[in-house]
């Protein structure tokens, strides 16, 4: 009796300790989860934050390009309440049934006397169609014939970018929606005329509701197109900084792919509100070239669909920004008697006044020269961004002499976006007389890259400064960037001396 006595005392306690077993490591965990909220609560925002949106949203990259760990450090947040947060997004493409084109995004044109929807798309330039368009205005369908141009820039690949036009019926003068169908297809049910359901799935959303001629939410915006296969980690962090000084507000990139370590850097500017990225699906229904001529990659469409990126660009802030930069990663355009776009420009527009579009010289740095300034110039050392991939500009300070053959090519722009209506590579297409070409010696682009005239020996190159006279702000700026973004280790220092 006292042996079952003794059991039935013990069988409690046990029933104690089994819960015990349970319930400890759950305690211990969510100890040490304050603990490390308590000391570390900024970097673990970041860090979820980062991996929701890792996990929200399926990837389709390259596996050995993928997106890496977001910013981890609480200074990523600086200013954070000037700009806004743009979560990385998606473009929702649209096949256009019985046809080869494919619908990129759609824009509400106000500059015409009967307002107008403008679908940027991608088409087979052989094919002809006939569009007609289907709104949806409050729930209700209204239907337009659709006219389409093709954009003249197409390199010759079977495919290029078009506007289709749509006149916004009287009946709908804000459309919410829109889609193109061949006025050779039956049109689809709808005996009540309403749009029906899912209508992102078969609808694309009408952007630019609102025109607007002031008050804009950015002074500056540059758009960066079509990033791929892309590791060039410290030109990047460089470009963005310098863009920075330089008193841009917004840039914009149109990813495809790119490194982890990219990924990073990305997320970085990203969570600052400085970087908006737009991952570019394209490839997934166009079978784009990595060339910009056929001869120079195989494909059916320019340079992994630059062109419709700039375009859809161009009217994605169109209303959100008085001027607009339409560049590559690896050209900065630098004023030459000022500091800044935001110093330059009104210099510009009281030079031509009736102008709102500026070109900018092409100047070639080639990345296989580097030589070091003339004395008793210093360029600044760059022992700790060797650490990093890619180019290192300040490193690249001579330049291809400029020759008639190139003097009028490859040139980028500053424009006023509502006075321009189809951008390309080089300038724009419409109007092209609105463009004025602006003398070096005001300002030009640098570029720098692989050279274009590779037989050039290093005394034929010609020395140019002006980057120095950005490093004592640039250096600390990059360094930041770069730690903040777990790519540089918290206690390496990149000292700054003349």
């Not at 300070?397 to 020759?403: C, D, G, N, T």
Request: proline fraction near 6%; charged fraction near 20%.
């Amino acid at each position: 009796m006292a042996h079952i006595g003794l059991q039935r005392a013990v069988r409690p306690v046990r029933k104690h300790l089994k819960k015990l077993m349970y319930i400890s490591p759950l305690i211990t965990i969510l100890s040490v989860t304050v603990l490390m909220w308590t000391f570390r609560s900024d970097r673990n925002v970041q860090s979820w934050l980062s991996f929701y949106q890792k996990v929200s949203h399926t990837s389709w990259t390259n596996p050995e390009l993928t997106a890496g760990p977001g910013c981890q450090e609480s200074s990523c947040g600086k200013n954070r309440s000037l700009l806004e947060v743009t979560p990385e997004r998606e473009l929702s493409i649209l096949p256009v049934s019985g046809t080869k084109t494919w619908l990129i995004s759609a824009y509400l044109d106000h500059r015409f006397e009967i307002k107008k929807v403008r679908l940027i798309a991608v088409v087979l330039r052989s094919e002809t169609v006939a569009y007609r368009c289907l709104f949806c205005c409050r729930a209700e369908r209204h239907v337009s014939e659709g006219l389409s141009s093709v954009h003249s820039d197409h390199f010759d690949f079977p495919y290029g970018t078009a506007d289709i036009m749509c006149p916004v019926p009287s009946a709908c003068q804000s459309p919410s929606h829109i889609t193109v169908m061949s006025a050779m297809e039956v049109m689809p049910e709808a005996a009540d005329g309403k749009c029906g359901e899912k209508l992102d799935q078969r609808f694309i959303e009408v952007k630019n509701q609102e025109a607007k001629t002031d008050s804009f939410k950015y002074n500056f915006t540059v758009c960066l197109s079509t990033m791929f296969d892309f590791t060039n980690v410290l030109q990047l962090a460089q470009s963005l900084e310098m863009m920075k000084l330089l008193g841009v507000n917004r840039v914009v990139v149109y990813k495809t792919n790119c490194s982890q370590e990219t990924q990073r850097l990305l997320d970085h500017y990203t969570q600052q509100g400085f970087l908006e990225v737009i991952s570019w699906p394209l490839s997934r229904y166009v079978n784009v070239s990595r060339g910009w001529l056929p001869l120079h990659g195989a494909g059916d469409l320019h340079y992994m669909g630059q062109i419709p990126a700039l375009n859809d660009c161009l009217y994605r802030y169109m209303y959100q920004t008085k001027y607009l930069a339409l560049q590559d990663m690896d050209e900065l355009i630098l004023p030459q008697e000022v500091r800044s776009w935001s110093a330059l420009l009104p210099l510009l527009e009281k030079k031509y006044s009736a102008v709102k579009c500026y070109m900018f010289e092409n100047n070639v740095f080639p990345i296989t020269a580097t030589l070091p300034p003339p004395s008793p110039v210093t360029a600044p050392p760059g022992g700790v961004w060797g650490k990093v991939s890619g180019v290192n500009i300040l490193d690249h300070l001579y330049q291809e002499p400029i020759i008639q053959k190139t003097l009028f090519s490859n040139f980028k722009i500053i424009v006023n976006p509502r006075a321009i209506f189809s951008p390309t590579v080089h300038g724009v297409l419409s109007p092209q007389q609105s463009c004025a070409w602006i003398d070096r010696n005001i300002a030009r682009m640098y570029h720098t890259r692989d050279p274009k005239q590779p037989k050039l020996t290093p005394e034929q190159l010609v020395y140019d400064g002006r980057l120095l006279t950005y490093s004592a702000a640039l250096v600390p700026a990059v360094n930041t960037a770069l730690r903040e973004s777990q790519l540089l280790p918290e206690d390496d220092t990149h000292t700054y001396r003349l």
